[in-house]
């Protein structure tokens, strides 16, 4: 008999072992045939989650506005970050008793005195999703046009973003590994996530997305348990759950999941379960998402910061009011008052209700309207007060793109994450203003005026006719202009209007509106 159930075992080894080497064996073939795969997180300490290292492999993710499916092939460094350079620190040995520890750098690319190091966190619009290749992803648009416009070497742009981060993860990140490299510029685009995990997701303030599981498990398998057994079969752990003799000998409890009663939602991220959490735990995130960007903007050491508020396919006219259309002060102090109390009339009609599928659109509403609202006063009182170097600086990313939700589908792939010509938008305007910024312009003009004229650039038909509308516009105030980008307009722009009073640089825009209006029929 026991012969007998030995052959058995050593049988079903052997089985499982030949199966486990076929699968291996698959795995290699596929692997080499490059097959698409989906993207999954894994563990790490403190930041709680990254993307597996990856080399050449191919990624698919869904176009639902199309509804297709974008291959895209990606090399990580390794700790899944899309750059080339490595983050690990290595300890400088040349002083013994203060060892200095400086990133390991396995690129082309080398620091120097002259190098402006530029850093991008953020989540995984930031990260590169929706992209159908490494190159269109912002980070290397970005790169790439700095480069052209200034040379190889001029700047370093580094990728910093994760999938699925919230501020405070990028914050940890950036204290992790950011602070080894000599930042001129930190650059963010965030928001999503940080409203999306504590209501759609209903992790609650101050929780990241996988909070919910990872709790559940250290709970389960590591709470008040000196030998947590880490296999437990599906009918084992049921015994367990109802047969009191069979815990009383094997000294073993039930696994049962902190989530076994609670309402199962399921979400194009996945599963989560209500916690109960009440809507109006979206203004402790908003807070926390303010605070986590004034501890970065300290935390970086770059002497200048643009925060970026997270684009979405939404129509700009009812989800951000009209404060941007405003071309007076006083069109626009009124416009923040309608704006105002439209958003107080959304948080008072769900503050005493709990988070739900059904009123997570007016929850994104609301937490990037509500800064929308707050970078909008920040631009107008900016000039009365004296900026800090490095101070926060917030600028709405969805100005960049066209107002109907329609038009913004062609940008998109879903409710978050850009395509090809969304990253593009997006990459070209961070060049823009960095090069802007750095010829010493103020940042009131640079994003005041970068968001009209990337707000025309954006719906224009062609490069020409958008070259040939804007000289037109500013002929009438310049007897020579010849700009070849949106960088030099920019420039040519501000050295109309920077000596020019508050009043008068208004009025200045205004009329150039109305030419740009007028001569656009006329441009062929």
Not at 172 to 195: E, I, K
Not at 449 to 472: G, P, V
Request: charged share 20%.
């Amino acid at each position: 008999m026991i012969v007998a159930l030995f052959l058995t075992l050593g049988i079903l080894c052997f089985g499982i072992g030949i199966a486990e080497l076929n699968y291996r064996k698959s795995e290699h073939h596929n692997s080499k045939q490059k097959v698409p795969r989906r993207i999954y997180m894994i563990y790490h300490p403190y930041v709680m989650h990254l993307l597996p290292p990856m080399k050449e492999e191919v990624l698919v993710w869904t176009d639902r506005f199309r509804k297709k499916d974008i291959h895209c092939t990606i090399s990580t460094n390794k700790l899944g970050f899309q750059t080339e350079i490595e983050f690990e620190k290595l300890c400088d040995t040349t002083d013994s008793d203060r060892p200095l520890r400086r990133p390991e750098i396995q690129s082309s690319r080398r620091f120097n005195p002259d190098t402006k190091v530029v850093l991008l966190t953020g989540g995984s619009a930031a990260w590169g999703m929706g992209a159908s290749s490494q190159d269109a992803m912002i980070s290397n648009v970005l790169q790439r046009k700095l480069d052209e416009r200034t040379g190889v070497g001029r700047y370093t742009v580094i990728n910093q973003a994760m999938g699925g981060w919230v501020s405070f993860q990028q914050l940890v990140g950036l204290s992790r590994w950011g602070r080894d490299f000599p930042l001129s510029w930190l650059l963010c685009l965030d928001g999503y996530n940080d409203a999306a995990t504590t209501l759609f997701f209903q992790q609650g303030f101050d929780k990241h997305r996988f909070h919910d599981v990872t709790s559940g498990f250290l709970h389960a398998y590591l709470s008040n348990l000196h030998q947590p057994v880490f296999y437990r079969g599906q009918w084992h752990n049921r015994l367990l759950e109802l047969s009191a003799l069979l815990r009383k000998i094997t000294g073993q409890q039930p696994i049962i999941p902190p989530w076994r009663n609670k309402q199962k939602i399921k979400t194009p991220g996945g599963i989560v379960f209500s916690n109960g959490i009440s809507w109006s735990d979206i203004n402790k995130s908003l807070r926390f998402y303010l605070e986590n960007h004034e501890q970065m903007a300290l935390l970086s050491g770059a002497s200048k910061n643009l925060f970026g508020i997270h684009p979405v396919p939404q129509d700009h006219l009812s989800f951000f009011g009209q404060a941007h259309l405003a071309t007076t002060p006083y069109a626009l102090e009124e416009a923040f008052e309608v704006q105002s109390k439209r958003l107080q009339e959304i948080f008072d009609k769900h503050k005493n209700s709990p988070a739900s599928e059904a009123n997570w659109p007016d929850a994104l509403n609301y937490f990037l309207s509500t800064l929308d609202l707050m970078s909008s006063r920040f631009s107008e009182t900016r000039n009365s007060r004296q900026m800090k170097p490095g101070s926060p600086l917030h600028c709405n990313l969805n100005f960049l793109f066209p107002d109907s939700q329609e038009e913004l589908k062609e940008y998109f792939i879903d409710s978050c994450h850009l395509n090809d010509r969304g990253q593009k938008l997006v990459g070209e305007f961070y060049a823009d203003y960095i090069l802007y910024s750095d010829e010493g312009m103020p940042p009131d003009i640079s994003i005041q005026h970068h968001t009209y004229l990337t707000e025309q650039l954006a719906s224009a038909e062609s490069n020409l006719r958008d070259t040939l509308l804007f000289q037109s516009m500013l002929n009438s105030h310049t007897e020579n202009t010849t700009p070849t980008s949106c960088f030099e307009l920019l420039r040519k722009l501000n050295v109309i209007t920077q000596s020019l009073p508050e009043s008068e640089r208004v009025e200045l825009v205004r009329k150039l509106q109305q030419d740009a209006k007028k001569q656009s029929s006329l441009i062929p």
